[in-house]
């Protein structure tokens, strides 16, 4: 019988990339299933991100006069909504993605870190259809971007980093402690309002600037703003600061769930 390695600290990535195969099904699975008789369809996934920013902007644009930095509020606010919708999709996924395969979990072995994993992949489906309209925006907007759209993919790296660092210490938690699946949908709520999409990071004095990076979303989003539209003009240190939170919460999270994954099958 196959077992999974009982070491403290191995994190057993050379096996789970042996599965890699198993990890683009479960991806293309949970897309499928997603949109399977549904009304709208992929449309949701455009409408989404569409409804938020009209709200935002109805609400923070106009009434409130939020600063924008000199970008149009609607793609400013549209522009950290791509990244922040891939984020609390695959947070909500993946907390929730041991669970919801109890039984593939209980028959067979296989790398358990594929399923939190392709819950956050198949987020990446709902930024590139979110993406293509955030095109559209752009040219209708008249905003052109910078060369340093060339580092955006690194930042959406980073998304997925910090959406698969919470996913994991979230899932592995979830299988000793039921009421987790209750607590997540109240984080994304809290960490959405933490993290500058209505509003600019300048917002925040100076002094708490550093301290205000170690939510890994606020270098995400600042990075995106940074990469299409060149605002701010430079990164500022906090951008740094939340990729090395994501770093720690990352490591943090394998080696915790490594640890927790021998008991998955008995406890989910």
Known sequence: MVEPSSGRVRLGLGEFWAYRELLYFLVWRNVKARFKQTALGVTWVILQPLLTMLAFTIFFGRLANMPSEGVPYPIYTFTALLPWQLFAHAVSQSGNSLIASEGLITKVY?????????????????????????????????????????????????????ALAVGLWLSALNVRYRDVRYTIPFLVQFWLIATPIAYPASLVPEQWRLLYGINPMVGVVEGFRWALLGTPDRLHPSVFISAGAVALLLVGGLVYFRRMERTFADEV
Not at 113 to 134: H, K, N, Q
């Open 110 to 162: 296989f790398p358990r870190l594929i399923i939190p994993t392709a819950g956050v992949l198949e987020g990446l489906v709902d930024f590139g259809l979110a993406f293509l309209i955030f095109v559209v925006m752009m040219v209708y907007y008249g905003v052109a971007p910078t060369l340093a759209i060339v580092a955006l993919p690194l930042f959406v790296l980073l998304a997925c980093a910090a």
